[in-house]
């Protein structure tokens, strides 16, 4: 298992001011984590609490109907274009960048084993869009577009560029290139999937899109390029158990959200995610979201204003190292960095024995492997030396079934800290203003009034 290091958030090691007495304060709260953890589990399966992404690791059938799609186009497609944005895409980013080999879309067909090249449209710039067109040939294109409403404007601006120029080149074969994942039963895209004939995968009720990288979401562009989703979700299942303990004492997730919470409350309100793994960077990422908008609200479940919510920085070792540590260690002192070290990389590579007259011959004889974790040790060492609170996540080797484990461990711990900061971890209230002004200036329909408001807005 994966496992958390916390000791460089205590007192007796950086000092009253900036750590805590971490013993103590699991024992002060041991009573608030238990009724936190169990009140969480106990309600997985209630329709309406937005915990369904509990349940995601244990869909049998889910992971059949995947698998034999992708083995029914296995070969026939030589790229995968995903249209998604936010918890539509970084879950699948992080992870394929995480689990395939690195440079997957520069190695040719032969070496990914007959499995198509990844891409993502996660944004809309139109440079970005137009560029990866020129170089696509959608003949060989399979688009997997990814929303639960349809009503994205972001996704489906995309998605009707992309179907228009398939219906083009493919005329009604060009079906077979379109894969949807969406709503059951509802929505626009549904709509378009039924009147189509698309081959089409759900997003569940109840699983927002910074939890739903176990759905279909993410799952179906994993299997479609060879990863095993099997073993990542046996991580999953694996780290749900070892998180249904109601002691703080026994259980990561609580102890870290725990731990971000009262560190928040001494003015650390910053969390930086910073693994030492450039396969992991991207972790980061699919962290800044889940954290920022699970935890950043303006008011609690009582209905009082509290602006609260620790600010995520995305951060690589040992590439920050050389931009950020400088700010971290001599900067303001408001920040709980989390390192991840990963314990055995996939390959070995020796730094061979030369130069040995100069001042790197020292580096000679040993191997980068060992000198990213050095990188990472002494990092770890340093910011304590300076008196910054982190802590460190041990992570054994970069696979699917430790993938599954981290990212399941990291969503409960959002889970639990919501219910800490007395918030709603699961709506988002704030991302919702700037969408409907979006939908008031593209011209949709019965946003006229929102329309005009905001030219006065913007002519002021």
Known sequence: MINLDWKNTDAAVIGKEHGLDVKKEFFEYKQKIS????????????????????????????????????????????????????????????VTEALLKPYWNLLDKEQRNGFPGIFFVDNIDPDQINGLLDILDLKKTLVNVITKSGTTAETMSAFMILQEKLEKELGSSSKENIVTTTDKTKGILREITEDKGYKSFIVPDDVGGRFSVFSAVGLLPFALTGIDISEILKGVRDMDNALQSTDVENNIAAQNALIHYLMDKKGKNLSVMMPYSSRLRFVSDWYVQLWAESLGKEVDLDGNGVNVGPTPVKALGATDQHSQIQLYNEGPNDKLINFIRVSEFDTELKIPSVLQDTGIGYLGGKTVNDLINAEADATRVAVTDYKRPNIVINVPKVNGYYMGQLLYMLEVQTAIAGALYNIDTFNQPGVEQGKNYTYALMGRKNYEQTAEELKQKLHN
């Open 35 to 94: 009724e936190i953890v169990s009140d969480i589990y106990a309600n997985r399966d209630v329709p309406g609490k937005w915990l369904a992404w509990m349940n995601l690791g244990y869909k049998e059938e889910l992971v059949k109907e995947i698998n034999e799609y992708a083995q029914s186009v296995k070969g026939k497609f030589d790229n995968l274009l995903i249209l998604g944005i936010g918890g539509s895409a970084l879950g699948g980013i992080c």
